[in-house]
């Protein structure tokens, strides 16, 4: 069984003034304007992120560090590595790589051809000896080839004051 209950304006100004009674009224406006600061914590915060995501992307590939779970932030040629290597020992064609840099968040949808630059990305990477390439009938396969590397103590103390100033930004 439903009650239904119909409210008259004195029983509105009635709650209304219980409520200023109780302080409630004073709550409320401590807690829109914490709510108010949280909301400007939470974009300063965004920001935070986003510079330190851009500076983790352009950081990473220097040392040889490639996100493997978020491909978005790669460009195509840093994605088609990620997934070469996160494949090895196994080869993939470069329909594979496209199906994988599409399951692992990578917008192909600003490519005019998305399959002739990721053709291109492996020709360039088997060339520089990063990936290796073996044919089967009509397929060609391609898998990473090169073990990952890591920085002279030089070159990590460029990176580091290199960071130290994209960080400062």
């Known amino acids: 069984m439903l009650i239904y209950s119909i409210m008259t304006e004195s029983d509105h ?8 009674y109780f ?26 992120l986003e510079r330190i995501r851009r500076v983790v992307a352009e950081l990473g590939p220097l040392c040889g560090y490639l996100d493997s779970n978020n491909l978005s932030i ?32 990578f917008d192909l949808s600003r490519y005019e051809s998305p399959s002739a630059s990721i ?4 020709t360039r990477l088997e060339e520089s000896k990063f990936a290796e390439k073996k044919t089967e009938g009509w397929n060609v396969l391609y898998r990473w080839r090169q073990p990952e590397h890591r920085p002279t103590r030089r070159q990590a ?6 960071v130290a100033k994209k960080v400062q930004e």
């Open 13 to 20: 100004e009635r709650q209304a003034m219980q409520a200023r």
């Open 23 to 48: 302080g409630f009224v004073a709550d409320l406006a401590q807690l829109e304007a914490r709510l108010a600061e949280l909301d400007v914590q939470r974009e300063e915060t965004r920001l935070q």
């Open 74 to 105: 790669h460009g195509i040629t840093d994605a088609c590595r990620v997934v070469i290597r996160k494949a090895h020992p196994e080869y993939l064609s470069a329909k594979d790589i496209k199906e994988k840099l599409e399951q692992g968040g």
């Open 119 to 122: 053709y291109t990305i492996l």
């Open 157 to 162: 103390k460029v990176i580091r004051e290199e």
